[in-house]
């Protein structure tokens, strides 16, 4: 397939994309990339062969990431490093984790969920059978049993016979001090379960509690007033509605999801001092044909501020990095 007509397919898929522009990003992060000519990261230096924890290789300030003043375009890995359209590592585990710290993203979205023992893991599914050796469903395993099952890392390059199903409290713990960490509570109502994670591991700086669920995060705050929080909206009306009732704690981060046009919010979330994240799964398929950094320009063009994405490699090398 023609590689224009396969960008374009991306950008109509993607979520509030609208049509590119032959114009650079405008803004600070955009810069435009190598048009893909660097290469990905040696497996060696997050998978199961590396010999330490990697070192934080952001280079842009910790802070920006929880700050609503930063005005640098951002990337958050979706399930760590990539999802079904990833190419970096397993999704969800430790290795991705590893990954997303190498390439220098500065998010990672997660997925925290219930075993049978009131353990959260990270695991998408509600089932263990697409991304495990198990089968049948997540919360009727215990923890232990979860972990005893191997990762299929078999389509990656590099070495996964380590990994396992993490819990959060591991996820956080790895995440500490090198990326911060997106705590989507929708697949979980046990928020205290959350609250009581980020405290244990002291990660309070370098998580935020991420759900389109309003009662949950009012609950979050009640435990921990301190605690960062995105929020995710729709429409002009659900904006003005979640920006009301949290207006004295206000989220780090709005999503627009459900197909909301960037091109449309984004303005009137940034006239009130947010920033706008959105998912580019479509631009990732796109990309899947491509691999060209290019492909992500309409997304920051639109008014995103940050992008979450299957591909944070190719984001992180668009954003010049």
Request: proline fraction near 6%; charge should be negative; glycine fraction near 8%.
């Amino acid at each position: 397939m023609n590689a224009v007509v396969v960008t374009l397919l991306g950008c109509l898929l993607c979520v509030g994309c609208g049509s590119s522009s032959s114009e650079e990003p405008s803004g600070s992060g955009g810069a435009g990339g190598d048009g893909g000519s660097a290469s990905s990261p040696a497996p060696s230096s997050f998978d199961c062969s590396a010999s330490a924890p990697p070192a934080r290789t952001n280079p842009l300030p910790v802070a920006c990431a929880t700050d609503r003043s930063c005005k640098e375009h951002l990337v958050s890995g979706h399930r760590s490093a990539g999802g079904e359209l990833g190419v970096l590592a397993p999704e969800n585990t430790l290795s991705a984790i590893r990954a997303a710290v190498v390439i220098g993203s500065d998010f990672i979205e997660t997925d925290p969920r219930p075993t049978s023992d009131g353990v959260l893991i990270n695991l998408h599914d509600p089932e263990l059978d697409r991304t495990t050796n198990g089968s049948g469903n997540a919360s009727e395993h215990t923890f232990a049993e979860i972990q005893a099952l191997g990762i299929d890392g078999s389509k990656f390059a590099g070495d996964y016979s380590c990994d396992r199903v993490p819990s959060i409290e591991e996820v956080l713990t790895l995440a500490k001090g090198r990326i911060h960490v997106l705590l989507d509570a929708n697949k979980t109502d046990r928020v205290d379960l959350l609250v009581k994670a980020i405290h244990d591991t002291d990660t309070l700086e370098w998580a935020i509690f991420d759900t389109d669920d309003s009662n949950k995060i009012q609950e979050a705050l009640a435990l921990e007033p301190k605690l960062f929080t995105m929020i995710r909206v729709s429409d002009a009306a659900e904006i003005d509605a979640e920006l009301a009732l949290f207006s004295a704690h206000p989220p780090v981060i709005v999503e627009l999801h459900d197909g909301a046009d960037p091109k449309l919010l984004a303005p009137k979330l940034h006239a009130q001092g947010h920033r706008v994240l959105v998912d580019v799964f479509g631009v990732d398929l796109a990309a899947k044909f491509t691999n060209d950094p290019q492909s992500y320009a309409p997304v920051f063009d639109n008014g995103a501020d940050i992008a979450q994405t299957d591909r944070p490699e190719l984001v992180v090398r668009f954003l010049d990095r």
